[in-house]
């Protein structure tokens, strides 16, 4: 799966949870989504980025990613 696609994905979760009053919400919200809807290869892979340096991640999606089973 090309990164750049999953990068591009990722920050736009965050962003419709971007409204949220705290981060702590938002974060989840974005974890609790990349567990029940991304295939397990593409948190894997979303996860190894954020290893790596997560380039292009948005802090809030940098922080659902590490708390991805």
Same mark, same amino acid.
């Given at each position: 799966?090309?990164?750049?696609?999953? &990068?591009?994905?990722?920050?736009?979760?965050?962003?419709?949870?971007?409204?949220?009053?705290?981060?702590?919400?938002? &974060?989840?919200?974005?974890?609790?989504?990349?567990?029940?809807?991304?295939?397990?290869?593409?948190?894997?892979?979303?996860?190894?980025? &954020?290893?790596?340096?997560?380039?292009?991640?948005?802090?809030? &999606?940098?922080?659902?990613?590490?708390?991805?089973?």
């Amino acid at each position: 799966m090309n990164i750049d696609v999953l &990068v591009r994905m990722a920050n736009q979760i965050a962003a419709f949870f971007a409204s949220e009053p705290e981060a702590e919400t938002a &974060v989840a919200g974005i974890a609790n989504h990349l567990q029940r809807f991304w295939d397990p290869r593409m948190r894997q892979a979303l996860r190894a980025h &954020v290893q790596s340096g997560g380039a292009g991640l948005s802090e809030s &999606v940098r922080q659902a990613a590490l708390r991805l089973h």
